[in-house]
């Protein structure tokens, strides 16, 4: 299935290697979303992402070698290190990347569309609610 993928970028984050590394992490960790869908294919090395469930409470995922992950468009979420400061991974994008932070979601259609679709849709919020009831 093609899902328009154009754009890739291999990041290797980790003091040696990254320029201006302790400020682009304080960064990954600042609350962002993005307005199209980006994937990461772990290649090397480990991380955390954190995503919020429905109740807005943080869930953390450790990613690590091989792992592939997608986040929706507009799903807020925030990325870290563990203690070996060191990941690999390749981000492939269908736009050139476009960043929101946390509290300027209001004027991005894609957020509107997280919400409506996601957070305020009935059928998703009612399983959410069974499962974990
Ligand atoms: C591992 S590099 C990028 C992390 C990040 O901030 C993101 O996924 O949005």
Redesign the pocket.
Known sequence: MDRGYKYSEL?T?CPKEMEDFEEKVKG?FQE?M?SQE?I?LILDGN?Y?DIRDYDGKWIRFRVTKGDLIVLPPGMF?R?TLDENNY?K?L?LYTEVPHRTQHGAESESAARKEYVDKVLNNPAAVHRHQTTTQ
């Open positions: 990041v984050v990954f962002h993005h980006e990461r991380g992402w979420h990325f990941i991974a981000l």
